[in-house]
Nanobody, 119 residues
């Protein structure tokens, strides 16, 4: 069982920045692809940023391209989501999720962290 713990959410004004972190409790962190999702009130959970596998080139939702950056630190078992130029429509609960290598089956999910962007 792998536990994922997100942090870094909060309230920020439009145009501001936040960095989300997701720490994983596993010694096999390098075998997992860690992606970020978000779910706004009344909407479905959507993929925001995902790593390619085995290449590390990430993919982003069109709505966040150029503003969000996903990265990971294998030594710290942590994946990050740097969010810049935040907009009110970015308001959502953000989740990290873990899948084995290139699989699209996400085995583990974090509890989510709330991001609220005020106008």
């Amino acid at each position: 069982q792998v536990q994922l713990v997100e942090s870094g959410g909060g309230l920020v004004q439009a145009g501001g920045s936040l960095r989300l972190s997701c720490a994983a409790s596993t010694q096999s962190f390098s075998n997992y692809r860690m992606d970020w999702f978000r779910q706004a009130p009344g909407k479905e959970r959507d993929l925001v940023a995902a790593f390619g596998w085995p290449a590390a080139y990430p993919n982003y939702a069109d709505s966040v391209k150029g503003r969000f950056t996903i990265s990971r630190d294998n030594a710290k078992n942590t994946v990050y989501l740097q969010m810049n130029s935040l907009k009110p429509e970015d308001t959502a609960v953000y989740y990290c999720a873990a899948a084995i290598r290139s699989s699209r089956n996400y085995l583990y999910w974090g509890q989510g962290t709330q991001v609220t962007v005020s106008s």
